[in-house]
């Protein structure tokens, strides 16, 4: 329930209605005066103010716009002696909530304070998903201490404010997606749409139609007109993911839309305005894309009036504890296991790893890893074969040494089975014994 503010120099008649609101559930505080009223707001935590219009040391309607000027998320109801219509507009225009007249007001009070609290728990619930949402898509979420990704960071903090054309670089899994969420939550544009399109996703005709939209009757199947994802944009942000993959037929009209702010439907002749930042990213080497005739190089001199280049994870690799322990937390939570470190063996392991997803398989490997894992310390056990292949626990066995096959088949073989030692043991046609008597020789755990 939230609290109350009851603001009425009758005092007899503010014990009434305090009484009374009070037996409803709500925490109720009161006061005299505007000036006792001031002092609660900023000591207290107050949602809802009922006030009366008529006090001694001044004007309720005048006191409801000085409240919703510096305390927003906080509801005004009026009340008055008298019905008084320009008070009443007044009053409405000022912010507040409601206006009721004295004598009326049993019999309403209780819903409308029932109304201003739905309205104040929707606000609150909107302002911490806002909050949620900006922190979520913060440059300060993107996690890495080396040079590459904070010179990364920093151009993008630097670009974000403006209206400039974005192409991101990089390989598949660097985290191309998470900037361009963080530029555009971070510019002018925050509170409009941001609209992502994997270019290679669609057919040429498909992607032209998922982009412009089109009218009713422009090919089979068009029973309606449809909005093009350019206009669900309208006032953000259109991510472009893989441009590199657009078909060359497509790029004049990205083209147009870049330099005109105009576009066409699909089966239509009228031109569209638009209003958009458009923000694209490619793993491809442009250039070269260019010297082969699959890219437009006006285009590309649009697109990358502000060029990032996104680090692979493999150019950074003293961020990979930083992003394994923090993936270790994620599905830690999400799975509601308490594991709260990673062995060494494992960290090195992850660390010497070539990683050619790049950030997205590291997730991926970590999630997997969290499953696999029972015990309280993440360890190599858990780990995919392949990056245990890589780090082998006992340091001192040949590569090509009988033990190093034999270990590496057991490790397989328990990856295999999900850790089952008796099933590994009957798939080897070994004794379960002698298993783990080779566990404890070649130090798994």
Request: hydrophobic share 40%; with cysteine; proline share 3%.
């Amino acid at each position: 329930m939230q609290n109350i503010l009851l603001v009425d120099d009758e005092e007899k008649l503010r014990a009434l209605l305090k009484r009374i609101i009070s037996l409803e559930g709500y925490k109720v505080v009161d006061a005299a005066t505007i000036t006792s009223a001031r002092h609660l707001l900023e000591t207290q935590s107050i949602d809802i103010v009922l006030c009366d219009v008529k006090l001694p040391d001044g004007n309720g309607v005048d006191f409801s716009l000085e409240v919703k000027t510096k305390y927003p998320q906080i509801e005004i109801i009026l009340l008055t002696a008298y019905g008084n219509i320009p008070d009443g507009v007044q009053a409405i225009k000022n912010g507040a909530f409601d206006y009721l007249v004295k004598g009326n007001d049993n019999d309403k009070i209780i819903p409308l304070l029932s109304r201003a609290s739905e309205k104040v728990a929707l606000q609150t619930k909107v302002n911490r998903l806002e909050k949620q949402l900006g922190v979520q898509f913060s440059f300060d979420i993107i996690i890495g201490t080396s040079a590459a990704v904070q010179n990364a960071i920093q151009l993008a903090r630097k670009v974000a404010p403006t209206e400039a054309a974005v192409l991101l670089t990089g390989e598949t899994g660097t985290g191309k997606e998470v900037f361009a969420q963080a530029i555009h939550y971070n510019s002018p544009r925050a509170q409009q749409p941001f609209v992502a399109l994997n270019c290679s996703a669609f057919s040429k005709d498909l992607l032209e139609s998922e982009l412009f939209g089109h009218k009713a009757g422009a090919f089979t199947g068009a029973n309606k007109d449809k909005k093009g994802l350019i206009e669900e944009a309208k006032g953000g942000t259109l991510f472009l993911d893989e441009i590199g993959e657009m078909p060359i037929d497509l790029q004049p009209k990205i083209l147009r839309l870049l330099e005109n702010g105009t576009y066409i439907r699909v089966g239509d002749t009228k031109e569209q305005k638009a209003n958009l930042r458009i923000i694209s990213a490619t793993n491809r080497n442009m250039e070269q894309e260019i010297d082969k005739g699959h890219f437009r190089s006006d285009l590309y001199y649009r697109i990358a009036v502000f060029t990032i280049d996104l680090p692979s994870l493999r150019e950074r690799r003293k961020d990979i504890p930083l992003l394994a322990n923090h993936f270790l937390n994620v599905y830690g939570d999400k799975t509601n296991k308490k594991i709260r470190s990673i062995s060494k063996e494992a960290i090195h392991a992850l660390t010497e790893n070539e990683w050619k997803g790049n950030v997205r398989e590291l997730k991926n490997v970590m999630e997997r890893a969290v499953i696999m894992e029972d015990s309280e310390a993440l360890t190599l056990n858990s780990l995919p074969f392949d990056i245990q292949q890589g780090h082998s626990a006992d340091q001192n066995l040949p590569v090509f040494h009988l033990s190093s096959v034999e270990r590496c088949h057991i490790l397989k073989m328990l990856q295999y089975t999900n850790g089952n030692k008796t099933e590994a043991a009957r798939l080897m046609n070994i004794g379960v014994a002698t298993l783990y008597r080779k566990l404890e020789e070649y130090g798994i755990k």
